[in-house]
């Protein structure tokens, strides 16, 4: 037990000396910590946090996958799904919403933020 708890410092303090990036040295359970808050920020209709949590914390996951807990995955491939379905929710909405706003009428209007002029 006392040799890996001496492996896994001396991983660390290499790591620290190898690497700029800041959770390259933080604790497994502060990433874990941060992939789960991302996740949650990123279900309150905020799914650019989702891609955020994805790309900031995937090389990491990948390089110290021996130490981190499986969850911290799960959230990170949670986060890239619900970013894709997001993502292909709003441009639907908004190619939709551009091609038949003015059919819609008095509806398209009311929904709109602005209004362009026409002649």
């Known amino acids: 037990m006392a ?3 001496q492996d896994t410092q001396q991983q660390q303090q290499q790591r620290s000396k190898d690497s700029k990036d800041p959770l390259d040295v933080a604790k497994p359970e502060d990433i874990l910590l941060m992939a789960k808050w991302y996740f949650i920020l990123g279900c309150a209709f905020l799914p650019f946090m989702w ?4 790309v ?3 090389k990491v996951s990948q390089r110290r996958k021996h130490e981190l807990s499986p969850s911290v995955s799960t959230y990170l491939w949670m ?3 619900g970013c894709i379905v997001w993502s292909i929710i709003i441009f639907t909405w908004l190619g939709l919403y551009q091609t038949n706003r003015t059919q819609w009428g008095a509806f398209g209007d009311a929904i709109s933020i602005n209004l362009p002029l026409g002649q």
Do not use: I, M, R
């Not at 891609?51 to 994805?54: D, E, G, K, R, S």
């Open 3 to 5: 040799n890996e708890t």
């Open 51 to 54: 891609l955020v949590n994805f």
């Open 79 to 81: 986060s890239l799904g």
């Open 56 to 58: 900031h914390l995937y």
